[in-house]
């Protein structure tokens, strides 16, 4: 075809270029899915590997090369598993702890973020640098200290000091806020002042409302943290009653090769389930990270 | 006049925070918390400073204890109620950890941070980082006060001499295994390796576990003569080679826990014999992985103890075994090891915390042990009873009494116990590891390995002043 682009068509020459772009923008697209495709396969394997055996009898859980599709499909399992320990107890104390957690996680940092980010003081960014310099702290150079402190106040083999140091603030999450606060316009705020807002109420009625994507990032963090938390649970409670889901999954444990790791395994898949759902409900909202702005440039 | 910036905060203001923070800093150290069963608290006591008790005050002893809630149904059905009709002012809180390692990390914060259990249960290793910290409360006055039950000649004897350091008795043995071989009966069938009654012909020499092992090998069908057992380098791995150093008749580590000297005639014997095994074919090499390794077929002959036999049955309910002596080359010698029970000293209620300890050294309580966990347990009067006279869940050849009788041999040798004995394992183990992958002579691993883990040893015995 001899196409002509005076007369609103496109040069031999040119189509071809186009076509030759388009043909790699599909295979470097293509290339592109495989290499991620193949990244979530190595990801979800042990997931996978984890539902199969979950669904397994006794005899299948330790046969190699595995047995992907279980035969027969034990679901029992699931039963067993959760009327074999008091799991209700466990997810109601997990529950517990993270739900209450998350709320101080998000507030408090929330207004700690905020000063640092907004409001000037003598000393601020020293104080801010201090408070990055507290998260190289390794835990376990703490973790003598704080307990004693814990001893101390009465609070070991009970929940105070799983939830309270969420009311103390985590240097992460207010550095994650704080610079999301920095990319909101000053105009906002100063046309907030003029109509009479004080520091709380244009916290609560500016800030916060545009920091969604910020806020959501801070509370599934929060919340993946407290219900998969396992060494500080270890740590502070001793009694059973007391126990989170992460102790009660090692009950199953029996030593000497006694595990029972198809029931393990059953657990583990009920009480991965929440922090799953939580991630796939929550990602679009906390990646798209859009500020909204009142006021024309 | 300038209007003050409303983002600025005050100096005045500033300062106010700041006052208002430090005298609540200043109100809640004024007024610490007693705490029950804090050191402040036993301090005060000691002085005379707290009121007397009342005549039937509860005890209460806090048992820090290993896995899962097998035992812990155990300890609720079968112990406590025993215990408490003897001792009916006595509550026992019990937490049980899942793994050794966190179990461990639990005893250290809880002792650390000024809240020692009364009684733990632990592996025989953690016991020299605790007795040198002066941490564990030595029992001899205890026991010759309060437990006729437990003496000398009731226990079998490493498991006796593994509980004592610098000549003090400072844990009780709570179960002990040692490993010695195991056959797999369909694959030694396969091999012809069987006698006249379809039994496996047990191995007599090291050259009869090469023989053996290089007939029941099967690539095409991924069956391997033998394995080493935990071959990550780990504290196992040093166990293992233990047990052969044992059988070459050479030793570990010195008496006083000084040196290692296993980088010898004896030493090379053992680490030899294995690398060979493995060049030809008849050994599984480190880093080959087979889940399920025994049960399911892929191994002919291997080293265990009677303890892992319910994952046997529970894995393939068909499989079955059968078991010997160790095979001789200058001894037949394994090494006795197991789990300790010990007091801490700093624990609020020790007394408590004894009688507890001494009641499962009963021969009932003793008993109950063994047959729920199938563990031998270290007792005589125990191991006779009848019930270690059946076979395992009825597979003929899983019999106890070939364990018993590993347990008398002349050549066997304590598990060693000192401080940094795992550190020091982790070097030891991971030289062995590089020989059996064939990337450095056996010589240069045992060279090595000494090297590194007596200068490990050296600084923790000088960090904690054993010297």
């Not at chain 1, 029931?263 to 990270?289: D, H, K």
């Not at chain 2, 896995?67 to 001792?87: A, C, I, M, R």
């Not at chain 2, 303890?307 to 010997?324: C, H, K, L, M």
Request: with cysteine; hydrophobic share 45%; glycine share 8%.
């Amino acid at each position: 075809m001899d196409i002509n682009h005076r007369n609103g068509t496109v040069p031999r020459r040119l189509v071809g270029r186009i076509k030759g772009m388009v043909f790699r923008s599909h295979l470097m697209h293509s290339m592109i899915f495989a290499v991620a495709l193949l990244g979530a396969l190595v990801f979800i394997i042990p997931f996978a590997w984890t539902v199969t055996t979950s669904l397994k009898p006794d005899a299948q859980v330790m046969i190699f090369p595995p047995k992907w599709i279980p035969s027969p499909i034990q679901w029992r399992n699931y039963y067993d598993a959760l009327v074999r320990l008091p799991f209700d107890r466990f997810f109601l104390n997990t529950a517990i702890v993270t739900l209450t957690s998350l709320v101080g996680d998000v507030i408090v940092n929330a207004v700690v973020a905020y000063g640092f980010a907004r409001m000037d003081f003598p000393g601020r960014e020293p104080l801010f640098y201090v408070l990055l310099a507290t998260m190289m702290l390794p835990s376990q150079v703490t973790m003598i200290p704080v307990f004693i402190i814990f001893r101390k106040l009465g609070w070991i083999d009970t929940f105070y000091p799983l939830i309270v140091p969420s009311y103390f603030g985590n240097a992460f999450y207010i550095f994650l806020l704080r610079q999301f606060f920095r990319t909101i316009p000053d105009d906002l705020e100063h046309a907030a002042r003029i109509d009479g807002a004080n520091q709380a109420r244009i916290l609560w009625s500016v800030i916060l409302p545009l920091s969604g994507p910020a806020i959501a990032t801070v509370a599934v963090f929060s919340f993946m943290f407290h219900w998969q938390d396992f060494f500080r649970p270890l740590i502070y409670i001793n009694s059973t009653h007391l126990r989170t889901i992460s102790l009660g999954l090692q009950l199953f444990k029996t030593g000497y090769g006694g595990t029972v790791y198809n029931q393990m395994m059953a657990a583990t898949v009920v009480c991965t389930l929440p922090s799953l759902i939580l991630f796939f409900a929550t990602q679009r909202y906390f990646i798209s990270g859009i500020v909204m702005t009142g006021m024309k440039n | 006049m300038m209007a003050r910036n409303p983002g600025l905060i005050s100096r005045r203001s500033l300062l106010k925070m700041l006052g208002v923070g430090g005298a609540a800093v200043l109100v809640a150290a004024c007024q610490p918390k007693e705490v029950e069963g804090s050191v402040e608290e036993e301090v005060a006591t000691k002085s005379g400073q707290a009121p007397v008790p009342a005549a039937e005050e509860v005890k209460t002893i806090r048992y820090l204890g290993g896995f899962g809630q097998s035992w812990e149904d155990f300890y609720n059905t079968e112990v406590l109620p025993k215990f408490y009709d003897l001792h009916p002012n006595y509550k026992v809180e019990m937490t049980l950890i899942g793994s050794w390692p966190d179990l461990y990390n639990k005893i250290v914060t809880s002792t650390a941070g000024g809240m020692p259990p009364e009684v733990t249960r632990q592996k025989d290793f953690f016991t020299p980082d605790f007795i040198v910290r002066g941490l564990q409360q030595e029992l001899d006055e205890y026991v010759a006060a309060k437990a006729p039950h437990i003496a000398e000649d009731q226990y079998v004897p490493h498991a006796w001499s593994n509980m004592h350091w610098s000549g003090k008795l400072v844990a009780l043995p709570l179960l002990i295994f040692n490993h010695y071989p195991h056959f797999n009966i369909e694959l030694y069938k396969k091999a012809g390796l069987v006698d006249s009654d379809g039994a496996p012909v047990a191995p007599d020499t090291w050259e009869d576990v090469r023989e053996q092992a290089n007939k029941l090998k099967d690539p095409s069908n991924n069956v391997y003569g033998t394995f080493l057992r935990d071959e990550g380098g780990k504290e196992d791995t040093v166990n293992f080679f233990h047990v052969w150093l044992a059988q070459a008749g050479g030793r570990l580590i010195d008496e006083e826990f000084s040196r290692f000297m296993f980088n010898t005639p004896e030493g090379l014997d053992a680490l030899t014999f294995w690398v060979d095994l493995i060049k030809d074919g008849a050994m599984k090499p480190p880093g080959v992985s087979i889940e399920g390794i025994i049960p399911q077929g892929h191994v002919g002959m291997w080293w265990h103890a009677s303890s892992y036999w319910v994952a046997y049955r529970r894995d393939n309910p068909d499989f079955e075994w059968s078991t010997a002596i160790n095979p001789m080359r200058k001894t037949r010698g394994a090494i006795v090891r197991g789990d300790h029970h010990a007091l801490f000293r700093q624990s609020k209620e020790r007394d408590a915390g004894f009688d507890f300890l001494a009641f499962h050294q009963t021969p009932e309580i003793t008993l109950a042990y063994g047959k729920n966990q199938m563990m031998i347990m270290p007792r005589y009067d125990v191991m006779s009873d009848a019930f270690y006279k059946e076979p395992y869940m009825g597979v003929p050849g899983a019999v106890y009494s070939v364990e018993f009788e590993q347990l008398e041999q002349p050549g066997n040798q304590p598990q060693p116990i000192f401080p940094g004995y795992q550190e020091s394992s982790y070097k030891i183990g991971a030289q062995l590891i590089l020989a059996c992958m064939q990337e450095i002579s056996p010589e240069q691993a045992l060279d090595q390995a000494e090297k590194e883990a007596n200068d490990v040893l050296a600084s923790a015995r000088r960090l904690l002043g054993v010297d």
